[in-house]
């Protein structure tokens, strides 16, 4: 747990394309820190720091693209179905990507000592990052609507959507270990109150 006396540190997750980011987008409104780990990932593996030069002592030149970014889904390619590989690849960025995390954190516990930081997180359950959060949240949808929002957003097949579901933790075991859950179905007014809502019991709990 990374936090002060007041402040709160929310671990915020959910399944592939059940509506985090929206989730997220929301609690910013609210006044909460939002803390992206995709995007801190990203940032890790940019050209020419360590981690990039990691990945491409593991991985080779190929998983770049002509800019010498890291091409991801070259790199996914790489690592998807292979778990040494992938754990690899994770013991390459999951450290980087948590000191920042916590830099990150105390950065807004300093500006505001009473702040909610929600740190939203793809692998919450999975990495044991929920044992270093206040509390934790989940996101969830329905199967069809998480398959119909991969198929419009990303252009998968259906078969590609259920693949890309099935390789993430059951959302049933999700909700079983979160402490509050949101449903990413509801019409988008239903979900803000929702989501103040809960702003605001945080807020009072911190």
Same mark, same amino acid.
């Given at each position: 747990?990374?936090?002060?006396?007041?402040?709160?540190? =929310?671990?915020?997750?959910?399944?592939?394309?059940?509506?985090?980011?929206?989730?997220?987008?929301?609690?910013?409104?609210?006044?909460? =820190?939002?803390?992206?780990?995709?995007?801190?990932?990203?940032?890790?593996?940019?050209?020419?720091?360590?981690?990039?030069?990691?990945?491409?002592?593991?991985?080779?030149?190929?998983?770049?693209?002509?800019?010498?970014?890291?091409?991801?889904?070259?790199?996914?390619?790489?690592?998807?179905?292979?778990?040494?590989?992938?754990?690899?690849?994770?013991?390459?960025?999951?450290?980087?990507?948590?000191?920042?995390?916590?830099?990150?954190?105390?950065?807004?516990?300093?500006?505001?000592?009473?702040?909610?930081?929600?740190?939203?997180?793809?692998?919450?359950?999975?990495?044991?990052?929920?044992?270093?959060?206040?509390?934790?949240?989940?996101?969830?949808?329905?199967?069809?609507?998480?398959?119909?929002?991969?198929?419009?957003?990303?252009?998968?097949?259906?078969?590609?959507?259920?693949?890309?579901?099935?390789?993430?933790?059951?959302?049933?075991?999700?909700?079983?270990?979160?402490?509050?859950?949101?449903?990413?179905?509801?019409?988008?007014?239903?979900?803000?109150?929702? =989501?103040?809502?809960?702003?605001?019991?945080?807020?009072?709990?911190?």
């Amino acid at each position: 747990m990374i936090s002060s006396a007041a402040m709160i540190l =929310v671990g915020l997750t959910g399944g592939i394309a059940t509506g985090k980011s929206t989730v997220a987008g929301m609690f910013k409104r609210c006044g909460a =820190v939002i803390i992206d780990a995709d995007a801190l990932a990203r940032d890790v593996v940019q050209p020419g720091k360590p981690a990039w030069r990691e990945i491409v002592k593991a991985f080779g030149k190929t998983v770049l693209n002509p800019d010498r970014t890291v091409n991801r889904p070259a790199l996914g390619g790489k690592v998807f179905g292979h778990p040494a590989k992938l754990r690899q690849l994770e013991r390459i960025i999951h450290p980087r990507v948590a000191r920042e995390q916590i830099r990150l954190t105390k950065q807004a516990a300093r500006k505001d000592p009473n702040a909610v930081v929600i740190y939203d997180v793809p692998l919450l359950f999975e990495a044991g990052i929920d044992e270093r959060v206040d509390t934790t949240i989940v996101v969830t949808a329905d199967r069809e609507t998480q398959i119909a929002r991969l198929k419009t957003r990303n252009g998968l097949s259906r078969a590609e959507a259920l693949r890309r579901i099935k390789s993430q933790m059951p959302l049933t075991e999700k909700r079983r270990r979160a402490d509050f859950t949101l449903d990413g179905t509801l019409p988008l007014p239903q979900l803000k109150k929702q =989501v103040r809502s809960l702003d605001q019991l945080l807020r009072t709990s911190a």
